[in-house]
């Protein structure tokens, strides 16, 4: 089974020399990014974000990592710290002596009582040195603690701050993804609206149906309005019943005759 994966390779890359040439890796390079950029636009959004979310999420451990370094450097700058300021005062008691007894051996006596003890001028010049050399030397380790402990500072310092930025980092990624998830959502009711099929035909027959509704109301309202004028309101315009007078006024200008003349047609008859 490998011979044949081997001897198939080997044939193909022939092949795909015969036929392309040099610009062979040229076009394997451009068809292996087309294939990259094709599975990648198949991937879903959702799970980008939640990829981003889980490497978002592994920076905790090396948040961790770094807060127990500071932890540990806090703690060493608080040891050498007091150990500084225990030699501090053990050099300043050295100086003392030294000091006294250089006083001592330069007023000139030959004999020196310490503790009830006597001492020659000699005895005492040799201790002098040797404290004096132990004093030096203690200085020097002084100095190099000193110059350790700024070290150590400067380095605690420099983790302090690359623990905030961390943090930073962290906090910033994680507001950014709400802010991506947000968009997501957004876009995902634009595009639930957009491709949602609509029946409005009943919301036409609702529309018609309520205009016609109004329209009977109006119509029974303008009837109301209508008998109202006979009914409701007060019979100023109504006229009184005709008299005698105004009947017969009413037949003498029918019949274009004077009152006289009616009056002897009246006789006649």
């Known amino acids: 089974m490998l011979k044949r994966i081997l001897?198939?390779?080997?044939?193909?890359a022939v092949v795909g020399g015969f036929v392309f040439g040099r610009d062979l890796f040229s076009y394997l390079r451009t068809g292996a990014a087309s294939i990259r950029q094709a599975v990648k636009a198949e991937?879903?959004?959702?799970?980008?974000?939640?990829?981003?979310?889980?490497?978002v999420d592994q920076l905790v451990p090396d948040?961790?990592?770094?807060?127990?370094?500071?932890?540990?450097?806090q703690v060493d700058v608080e040891h050498l710290q007091?150990?500084?300021?225990?030699?501090?005062?053990?050099?300043?008691?050295?100086?003392?002596?030294?000091v006294s007894l250089r006083n001592d051996l330069g007023s000139g006596r030959s004999?020196?009582?310490?503790?009830?003890?006597?001492?020659?001028?000699?005895?005492?010049?040799?201790?002098?040195a040797?404290?004096?050399?132990?004093?030096?030397?203690?200085?020097?380790?002084?100095a190099a603690d000193r110059k350790i402990l700024a070290a150590r500072q400067q380095n605690l310092a420099a983790n302090q701050d690359k623990l905030q930025s961390l943090l930073h980092a962290k906090k910033e990624l994680e507001v950014k993804l709400e802010q991506l998830q947000a968009r997501l959502e957004t876009v995902r009711a634009a595009e639930t609206v957009s491709t949602l099929a609509i029946d409005d035909s009943n919301l036409s027959h609702a529309r018609k149906l309520i205009a016609d509704?109004?329209?009977q109301l109006d119509v029974r309202q303008r009837m109301l309005d209508a008998e109202g004028k006979f009914t409701d309101l007060i019979p100023v315009e109504a006229?009184?019943?005709?008299?005698?007078?105004?009947?017969?006024?009413?037949?003498?200008?029918?019949?274009?005759l004077r009152p006289a003349a009616a009056a002897q047609v009246a006789q006649g008859e």
């Open 43 to 55: 991937v879903p959004i959702e799970f980008e974000i939640q990829r981003a979310r889980t490497l």
């Open 63 to 73: 948040i961790r990592r770094c807060m127990h370094v500071i932890a540990e450097q």
């Open 239 to 256: 006229e009184s019943p005709p008299t005698t007078a105004d009947l017969c006024e009413q037949i003498d200008a029918y019949l274009n």
């Open 7 to 12: 001897i198939g390779t080997t044939v193909a």
């Open 213 to 215: 509704l109004n329209k």
């Open 82 to 98: 007091q150990e500084i300021a225990r030699k501090e005062a053990e050099i300043g008691k050295q100086r003392e002596a030294l």
């Open 130 to 142: 040797t404290r004096f050399e132990r004093f030096k030397a203690a200085e020097d380790i002084l």
């Open 111 to 128: 004999v020196f009582v310490y503790a009830s003890r006597t001492y020659t001028a000699h005895e005492v010049q040799r201790d002098l």
